[in-house]
């Protein structure tokens, strides 16, 4: 949904190659595919267009939509929980337990695995303190009023004695902390 359309076509013509034949590249490589070749493509919608949270992404034509199979695919938080080496476990428990306040309060907006990367870094580098990480990923461009909710569900769902929870609450209360921040990756 965020491919070049061309390229589509492409990738169409390769996949539709049905019994392994060779394929003729536009470089004029000729490739046959081995028998055990599977393609997997990952996208953020189903492939219908823009939604609130990818408002840039493309619709999909037909013909590549009957090619592909949907297979929803959550966060693997064994994966992450790994990846995350800053040795801190109450921030990973804090991120997690953000995700799913985020997911149950509407699911139209996300923590993604590169949030625990970036927070993984901060934290690690000694950049960024607490309170930067928390206006950097936790409460850049979300509305009071969100923030708020977020707070509520994780009260609800946490050992609520977290640190870092008890800055989040702090900083959302204190509502001059409250400040549309972009970041940049």
Not at 29 to 38: D, K
Request: proline share 2%.
């Amino acid at each position: 949904d965020n491919s070049e359309s061309k390229a589509l076509i492409e990738l169409n013509k390769f996949v539709s190659n049905i019994g392994y034949k060779p394929y003729l590249f536009p470089n004029g490589e000729i490739v046959t595919p081995n028998p055990n070749f599977r393609l997997v493509a990952a996208g953020n919608t189903w492939g219908d267009g823009a939604d609130i949270s990818y408002s840039t992404r493309e619709s999909l034509d037909a013909s590549t939509l009957r090619r592909l199979a949907r297979v929803e695919c959550g966060y693997d938080t064994n994966l992450e929980k790994n990846m995350f080496d800053c040795n801190d476990q109450e921030m990973f428990d804090f991120c997690m337990t953000f995700r799913n306040a985020l997911n149950e309060r509407d699911g139209q907006d996300e923590f993604s695995t590169g949030d625990l990367v970036d927070i993984n870094n901060y934290l690690k580098s000694g950049i960024f303190d607490d309170q930067e990480i928390m206006k950097l990923i936790f409460i850049r461009n979300r509305r009071i009023e969100t923030l708020q909710n977020i707070i509520s569900i994780m009260a609800n769902n946490m050992n609520t004695d977290n640190k870092y929870y008890s800055l989040f609450k702090r900083m959302v209360n204190n509502k001059k902390d409250v400040q549309y921040v972009k970041r940049s990756r």
